[in-house]
């Protein structure tokens, strides 16, 4: 039985998954259909975006069926975690949207509900938690590791042996030398570089990165 996408959120970056979905090749995909949950009115946005997706409940409302799998589309690492809990007291099964210029190293270890964008580039050895979305040219580097529900905006680069707890986010372009660390629930400004550490629940902005 072929299943059903149903992508959780239908924002700015719901819209662009759903856009990254439609180009998986068919052969290479296991739904036939895709429509969004979500928690705000965003139809008049769907709408002017030409996609053709509909709505069909909030998140709370949505009655998963047995053919359908899932993935959470929030552009917020806090935001998403609770969409994700409220999903899984329903029992979802979560799927991975990976595009198909991506590319993926030998020895990648995938979490579920990843999202890579087009032309993400993940180096050998490393590992991605669950809900990590990597977003548009951005790379992570050899052997490091990204946390549970970790958000990288476009053009990021992480380099070799990083570590990011869960629930990171990362703004366009940011940087982060070999070997850094980052706590969880901390936020990196963009076009931010990280010499080494960034506690957790901190924010850092600048070049260097300096606590704000």
């Known amino acids: ?13 719901g819209r662009e998954v759903w856009q990254w979905a439609n180009h998986v090749v068919t052969e290479n995909r296991s739904w036939d259909s895709v429509v969004f949950i979500n ?9 002017e975006s030409q996609i053709d997706c509909p709505i069909i409940s909030s998140i709370d409302e949505y009655m998963p069926q047995n053919n359908d799998v899932v993935v959470c589309a929030v552009g917020n690492p806090i935001d998403k975690s609770n969409i994700v809990k409220r999903l899984e007291k329903k029992n979802v099964t979560f799927t991975n949207i990976i595009h198909p210029t991506a590319i993926i190293g030998s020895g990648v270890q995938l979490g579920l509900g990843i999202v890579l964008c087009p032309y993400t580039v993940i180096s050998v ?19 490091s590791k990204i946390g549970e529900g970790t958000i990288i905006s476009s053009h990021c680069d992480v380099t070799g042996f990083c570590e990011l707890d869960e629930r990171v986010f990362l ?14 629930f901390a936020t990196v400004g963009a076009g931010c570089v990280v010499l080494n550490e960034v506690e957790p629940y901190k924010t850092v902005a600048g070049v260097p990165a300096k606590y704000i």
């Open 171 to 184: 703004g366009s372009g940011a940087r982060l030398l070999p070997n850094s660390k980052i706590g969880a």
């Open 125 to 143: 050895n490393a590992k991605l938690g669950d809900h990590v979305a990597v977003n548009i040219c951005s790379t992570i580097g050899h052997d």
């Open 1 to 13: 039985m072929r299943k059903r996408l149903v992508i959780a959120g239908a924002g700015s970056f």
């Open 39 to 47: 928690d705000i009115d965003t139809s008049g946005k769907i709408i």
